[in-house]
């Protein structure tokens, strides 16, 4: 069975230190996997994609790392800022016929001055 | 402003009541997607459309009744639903659906509660 588990649920770090969201999915097989951001009250943005072959990407102070080998990405943030509180959601397409996405619980990052 | 636009951003309404929601996106996209939002719960999709053809319908209840009357539209109808049914709706399109590396651009959702 598909399935994306992200950790930690929630996290609450003081504003301007760094912080690692973690993305552990059993898609198989796998096309790509994506970060969003959702500010509450809001959608989900796209922060980043990462195919098979990219080991790291970044978005300003967002860096993705993915391990296809062991399934697992990550999500770090450098130096957070108040606007970074939000919910971080990790979303694996897989690569058959269907292109069907599994979405991961995600992460509440509260960001507090 | 993501270029899918979606109304009312709250409903409330009764067991009993008839209602719909909307969803407009202004983006070119051929491929339009409502999912269901629950508290602690991850995303789950409920319809696809890809080129106004309904591709998905993701074991939804009949009181579920989407729309798709173009591209750029998409409805859900609302019929009886049940109070486990309150959560955030969220619209979502993207270029279409067999492009698997273009994102989903989503709307600010529709809060609904049922009393």
């Known amino acids: 069975k598909n399935q994306v588990e992200q950790s930690p649920q929630s996290l609450i770090i003081l504003e301007g230190k760094n912080c690692t969201l973690q993305c552990n999915y059993t898609v198989s097989p796998f096309s790509n996997l994506r970060w969003y951001k959702q500010d509450t009250g809001r959608g989900p943005v796209s922060l980043t994609i990462?195919?098979?072959?990219?080991n790291t990407k970044s978005n300003g102070r967002y860096t993705a790392t993915l391990d296809a080998d062991t399934k697992q990405s990550s999500l770090h943030i450098t130096a957070s800022q108040l606007s970074d509180s939000a919910s971080y959601i990790c979303?694996?397409?897989?690569?058959?016929?269907?292109?069907?996405?599994?979405f991961g619980g995600g992460t509440r990052l509260m960001v507090k001055p | 402003e993501t270029g899918v636009t979606q109304t009312p951003r709250h409903l409330v309404m009764g067991m009993t009541n008839k209602k719909s929601l909307k969803c407009e996106q202004h983006l070119g996209h051929n491929a339009m997607y409502w999912y269901k939002q629950s508290a602690k719960k991850p995303l789950e999709l409920m319809f696809v459309?890809?080129?106004?053809?309904?591709?998905e319908n993701n074991s939804v209840p009949s009181r579920f009744s989407p729309e798709c009357p173009n591209s750029s539209h998409l409805f859900l109808h609302l019929h009886t639903l049940q109070p486990e049914d309150s959560a955030l709706y969220l619209c979502?399109?993207?270029?279409?659906?067999?492009?698997?590396?273009?994102?989903?651009?989503f709307g600010d959702g529709t809060r609904l509660s049922i009393l």
């Open positions: 990462m195919t098979f072959s990219e």
């Open positions: 459309y890809n080129f106004k053809e309904q591709t």
């Open positions: 979502a399109s993207s270029q279409e659906t067999g492009i698997s590396n273009q994102p989903q651009h």
């Open positions: 979303v694996v397409r897989n690569n058959n016929a269907g292109n069907m996405l599994t």
